[in-house]
């Protein structure tokens, strides 16, 4: 377990009024004003109260009508590459390659060209560069240009010669790597000194700061990113030299075959972490291709994906840390590769026993293709789902992405309404850098889900975002996520343009300012821009701050 910082000394502990808001509180649904004393919330209030308590003892931060918020938490991240992504060349807006191999050749600096973020599928030619293209384009320098879903790369010739992929899994004679061929290019491409990895994770974490998040969790693989790249990540929760960050949840992805092979792996690590589970791949995605489908690709006749793991290895690894009491887990996107893990819930079961299955908590990552036998499963073992709600948002829209792919499977994906209906635990994320660190487009995403029937109600995104998030890592407090007397002091300030309550109903999703519904207020996500952030504070001490809050 990940542990929390050293609480200051009575003498050295700071008190903050916050007053003259809105506090988003289920102690108080109308509060207006918050005490935090060192790292916990002292009390929420009104501000006739507040105005009785101020002493100058307290820095008195005057809120101008802003809310307080319990701080983000995102689910499913990748720190080095979300600063890698940051700082290299953003193909986001790239709609052709000709772009894209004006984009590399207008690169500078030395060593490899990495960028992220191109996406054929809103290209009106979605054909890719050539190997000679792209190594023209570069000057020789290697390339490694992640597709938008980080689950293929364009690669250069010289790249290829490096990382020796020729005849590895996933290589052809164009420029896009799969499977263990793109494992290798990122891993030769990804050869960097530890202060840059380290830069590249401070960069990531402070953009996270900067949009409400006070967690992430961090899904680190062997595949992705080696073992050293997670014991950088979770030497941030100790880090007492620089400045403080958002707390780091630190996954795993490597497969146990067994209880004592489990503990061998975790004592092996060097860091701890909160599981043997994240990106541990059943399958790969949507995008690429590579996801594991009951049925060919709509756009790809003959293809279904891959598997890279069978439901006895899944098995055993999730009965290995069932008896260890600790959470495993699988990325998993398509149907088949939804039949695999179940099948390996039940074969796990047979094996521990149900009851340790659902005490461990597993989580699977993503989780995009589920019917309602599969959702019934995951409810009867206890399995969180961390899902991503821009995914929907980016590809689900009409002649987008998912239907390129499924056609008119494409239509019940993502089902968080079906989620929560069954009780299925759900926790929201980001997989950034495969979408941005940006909590409030996330949660506007769940209420203009393509399927109205999947869409869920501002409170309940926004809880998934939050309070869920700590549930998902089975965190030690559990007040975390909230914004009550004697729970951690772990929230955003956020300068909104108006506060409303969504009213549940089943046919439309209707909004209220009026304050009897005695429901902590929400930003209205309707305006057309998201609430921008002042402050972020983890456990009392500021990670972000906005020099308009103090103005």
Known sequence: MTERPSVPAPSERKVVLYRNGSVYSAADPLATAMVVDGDTVAWVGSEQAASSIADSSMEIIDLHGALVAPGFVD???????????????????VRSARQLLDAVAASRGEGPVLGHGWDESVWEDPALPTVHELEQ????????????????????????????????????????????????????????PESSVRGYQQRALTEAAA??????????????????????????????????????????????????????LLAGLGVPVRGLAGDLNIDGSLGSRT????????????????????????????????????????HVIGDAGLDAVLEALELAAGE????????????????ELADASAIQQLARYAVTVSAQPRFDAAWGNDGGMYQQRLGDRS????????FYSAGVPISFGSDSPVTPLRPW???????????????????????????????????????????????????AVWDVEELMVQV????????????????????????????????????????????????
């Open 291 to 330: 996801a594991a489908l009951r049925a060919d690709y709509a756009d790809a006749p003959g293809g279904r994906g891959n598997l890279y793991v069978t439901a006895a290895q899944a098995g055993a690894h999730l009965a290995a840390c069932s008896l260890l009491g600790i959470q495993g887990g699988f």
């Open 411 to 418: 239509g019940n994906m993502n089902a968080f309404a079906s």
């Open 75 to 93: 689910s499913h991240v990748h720190l080095t590459e979300t600063g890698i992504a940051l700082d290299g060349l953003q193909l986001g807006n």
């Open 137 to 192: 384009a570069a000057g020789g320098r290697h390339v490694f240009l992640s597709r938008v879903d980080a689950h293929s790369a364009l690669v250069s010739a010289s790249l290829v010669a490096d990382a020796g992929i020729t005849g590895l899994d996933g290589y052809g004679s164009g420029t896009q790597v799969f499977r263990a061929a793109h494992t290798a290019a990122r891993q030769a491409a990804r050869r960097l």
């Open 352 to 367: 521990v026993g149900e009851q340790r299955i659902r005490a461990a908590g597993h989580r699977f990552e993503h989780v």
């Open 504 to 551: 549940a109903d089943g046919r439309v999703q209707s909004w209220s300012t009026d304050p009897r519904a005695r429901t902590p207020l929400l930003p209205a996500l309707d305006t057309g821009s998201d609430p921008v952030c002042l402050q972020t504070v983890r456990d009392g001490q500021e990670l972000y701050s906005s020099p308009a809050l103090r103005s």
């Open 211 to 264: 949009n409400g998040y006070v967690a992430v969790a961090e899904m680190a693989a062997p595949h992705i990113s080696g073992l050293e790249d997670l014991r950088l990540a979770g030497a941030w929760n100790t880090d007492t030299a620089g400045r403080a960050m958002p707390e780091v949840l630190p996954y795993w992805g490597e497969l146990a075959t067994s209880e004592e092979h489990a503990r061998e």
């Open 441 to 491: 487009s996330s949660v506007r995403a769940c209420l203009e889900h393509h399927n109205e029937a999947e869409r869920i109600s501002a409170r309940a995104a926004f809880l998934g975002h939050t309070r869920a998030g700590w549930r998902a890592a089975k965190h030690h407090n559990p007040m975390a996520g909230q914004l009550v007397p004697g729970a951690p002091a772990s929230f």
